[in-house]
Each structure stands twice: as C-alpha cells, then as structure tokens.
C-alpha cells in the first residue's frame, strides 16, 4: 500500500485555449498536513478538483488514497472531505439538521450517535439549534469542517477555509485541523492566502500562472529563494519604497508589518542601495532573515505574475 496519499503527475487543465494548470507534480505523504499558496488564478482550486475527481484533467495521471483520479472519482469522494471557498450549506436549518442530512447522504449507520460526536468534537454542541445562516463566518467554517468529516475521512482537501475569518477563528480552525491529523491520521492539503497558516504546515507547494514553482519546509523555501533582506522601522519610513524601485541590486521593497523589507539576491549590490537611502541617518537598517512573504514575493516576480496578487 503506497505511503502517499496524493500522487499525481504532470496534471494539465485546458479551458477552451486557456492552461489553466500545467505540468503539476504533488506528492504529499499520509498524516501530513501540506499548504498550497499561490495568486489568484494560480490554479490551485481548478488543481484541487482534479485531485478528488471533480474535474479530469487534460493531462497527466495519478492517485489520491491510492485510487486512480480518472476512473475511481467515486471512491475517493467517499474517503475524502472537501471544503469549498463559499459557504455551501443550507442557510434556513440549524447546524444539526445541516449535520444531519449530510450524514444521510453518506447513508451513515447510528446517524444520531455519529452527529452528536461530531457536534462535540467540534465544539458545536452547545450551538447546534442555531440557524446555520446566522452564524459568524468562524463558525460557519467550524460547521461546514463538522460537515465534511463526520464520516472519518482519509484525506481532507480545503481550499481557503479560513478566508473572511477573524484571528481568534483562524487559529481556532486550524487547532481543529491538527487534531484531526494527531487523533486520527487524516491527510490535510489545504489552499490559503495567509502566510502565518503557510507555517503550520509540514510543507508547502506554491503555484504560480499554473505552475509549480517550489515546494518544501518553510526554511528550505526561504533558502531556495536565495534573498538577502533589510529592515526597517519608524515613521515615514513607507515613502522610501519608490527609492528603491530603480535601483540595482533591489528586486522588492515592500512595506508591510509596520516595517520596510528590502530584497534582493546579490547582497553586495543590495547593500549599496540601502547605504545609499540612509546616507543621511535618519534611516537605521538591520540586515534579518527573509520571511515567507519576502520569499514569495520574489518568486512571483520571477515567474512573471504581477506580485500585487501574490498570497498575502
């Protein structure tokens, strides 16, 4: 029995003359919780789908929990949990006749016990007469991760489940999510945006214009990028940004956690213009590790996407 609970290789999707995926390769061990980041548009959704059978891809073949994505779609939606961007349930019930139902669709055995723990686990018990529709968007997405695993599934695809979500639920859902791989096992590949989600995971894949551009633990992505970065703090420093856009040596000024970064690959170069900005003193800069933000950054540049739309 393989070890990996995703396997695919050189997956390509075609909408009309448009590539929307391109040669992707993932290989993502059981029991490992793996991010996927990109732009918007990257194909991270469209790359989701292929993987638990919702769309055939153009190209390209592969497993997910050791089932064929073409031809046994069937089974891996039965051992799979998928969770879409949009909230998809029924916004006039409660959250336990939401529960409920989906646990009917999966034609559960002793559906009130199965629902019952599952509210529990979830810390939905208390909530469960609550109309589905008037609940925040941290406890929509506590509901709908109620939803797709009460039936135990082996792999959980969640494509940017906590967009919208305040802190306090982000961070709750995602203690939720290393639950389920700790106690159960279960295999979580999930799409997001937010860079502090990209460092819970085991690793990353990042996509870009269909593309997989890297893939690794936070460090090795960080070290693959090959960036140099500066910092600085203090006011006015936001304005120095457009100093830096023609300069050598410089291939990102990007001010962001009340600070400046300044990136580049070549640090003799790049050391030179942030000499050159702060000639009169009033501009103190400490050379510091590059981010996950600053690497990705440079890597969407590279690729060639306009990096306003990189994961922020």
Not at 38 to 54: A, D, Q, W
Request: proline fraction near 3%.
């Amino acid at each position: 029995m393989s070890a990996l609970a995703i396997d695919v290789r050189g997956l390509v999707k075609l909408f009309g003359d448009k590539t929307a995926v391109q040669d992707v390769d993932l290989q993502v061990p059981k029991g490992e919780v793996w991010g996927f980041l990109g732009p918007n548009g990257s194909g991270k959704t469209t790359t989701i789908r292929m993987i638990c059978g919702l769309l055939h891809p153009t190209e390209g073949e592969g497993t997910a929990l050791g089932f064929d994505i073409i031809r046994q779609a069937r089974e891996i939606k039965l051992r799979t949990g998928y969770m879409i961007q949009k909230f998809s349930f029924w916004q006039d019930m409660t959250i336990r006749e939401n529960i409920e139902f989906v646990g009917r669709l999966y034609r559960m055995p002793n559906l009130k016990e199965t629902v019952d723990r599952t509210l529990a686990d979830l810390g939905l018990t208390n909530r469960q007469k609550q109309m589905a529709g008037a609940l925040s968007g941290g406890w929509k997405q506590r509901m709908a991760l109620a939803a797709i695993s009460m039936h135990d599934p082996e792999l959980l695809l969640l494509d940017e489940p906590t967009a919208g979500v305040d802190p306090q639920a982000r961070r709750d859902f995602w203690d939720e999510i290393h639950r389920l791989t700790t106690e159960k096992g279960v295999t979580v590949f999930v799409s997001t945006h937010y860079m502090d989600e990209a460092e819970r995971c085991d690793k990353i894949v990042y996509l870009a214009a269909g593309r997989k551009v890297t893939e690794g633990t936070v460090a090795e992505i960080i070290a693959r990028s090959g960036l140099h970065t500066y910092r600085a703090e203090g006011t006015g420093i936001r304005r120095l940004a457009r100093q830096f856009e023609a300069m050598p040596g410089v291939e990102d000024a990007s001010y962001f956690g009340a600070a400046l970064h300044v990136s580049g690959t070549d640090p003799a170069a790049l050391r030179r213009a942030v000499d050159r900005v702060s000639e009169d003193g009033r501009v103190q800069w400490t050379e510091v590790r590059p981010s996950l933000e600053d690497a990705f950054i440079a890597m969407t540049q590279r690729a060639g996407v306009d990096a306003r739309f990189a994961a922020a």
